[in-house]
């Protein structure tokens, strides 16, 4: 079965310094994986995606993750921190049960602090 | 374009009562996938919908179930709520089977007291 372990319930760092968030993920299968954040009282935006092809793939908002197949791992990062980054940030992997991003398995989550 | 809606934002509910939640995909998605997120166990999947069918169901007891209508409107039910039934309810849409980006909606918070 798929799983995903986010290392890290809670982040701090200071504006401007670099994010890096660490989740990996177990899979029988190659996944899809996903990274996702969530506001206070929101749903969940979709930051970046991997499907198949370049391993390193950019988002929104200056994030960029990469997959790397040996470690089994899907990190988020983004250069400079910024206070708007601040949120809660969910690492997910698709089910093989089905062909998309229809039955997600996600992480725990992290919840990142931007300090001025 | 609008995004996924889902109505109500908010739900107090007692012990023992029955809810309904609803979920209105992006125009042209017509897949439709329901999420519990509680602090404790974090984001677990309850159930997809694709052309009124359901596909996958999550480990969840049979007091949850779910329909999707024609328009791909999709509702979710608990029946006899427990308090461990506190949660945020999300609801994603996909376009298609093999659609690789969900959209969510906002969530109905629901409180059992």
């Known amino acids: 079965a798929q799983s995903v372990t986010q290392l890290g319930s809670h982040v701090s760092v200071s504006e401007g310094a670099l994010v890096l968030l660490r989740c990996n993920y177990s899979s029988s299968v190659p996944p899809y994986l996903f990274w996702y954040v969530q506001y206070p009282n929101q749903g969940l935006q979709l930051l970046l995606k991997?499907?198949?092809?370049?391993?390193l793939v950019k988002g929104i908002n200056g994030f960029e993750a990469e997959f790397k197949k040996s470690e089994t791992s899907f990190h988020l990062t983004k250069p400079s921190a910024h206070m708007s980054d601040a949120a809660e940030y969910f690492c997910?992997?698709?089910?093989?049960?089905?062909?998309?991003?229809?039955?997600?398995?996600f992480g725990q989550g992290t919840r990142l602090t931007i300090n001025p | 374009k609008a995004g996924v809606t889902q109505t109500p934002r908010y739900l107090i509910k007692t012990r023992g009562q029955q809810v309904t939640l609803s979920c209105s995909p992006i125009?042209?998605?017509?897949?439709v996938s329901w999420y519990q997120q509680t602090p404790g166990q974090g984001l677990q999947f309850l159930f997809e919908?694709?052309?009124?069918?359901?596909?996958n169901k999550g480990n969840f007891p049979g007091r949850f179930s779910g329909r999707q209508f024609s328009n791909s409107r999709s509702e979710m039910n608990v029946s006899t709520l427990e308090l461990g039934d506190s949660a945020l309810y999300l609801c994603a849409s996909t376009r298609g089977l093999s659609s690789t980006e969900a959209f969510f909606g906002q969530g109905t918070r629901l409180t059992v007291v």
């Open positions: 125009s042209g998605h017509r897949s």
């Open positions: 997910a992997v698709s089910d093989p049960a089905t062909q998309g991003a229809q039955k997600l398995v």
């Open positions: 991997y499907t198949t092809g370049a391993t």
């Open positions: 919908y694709f052309s009124e069918t359901q596909r």
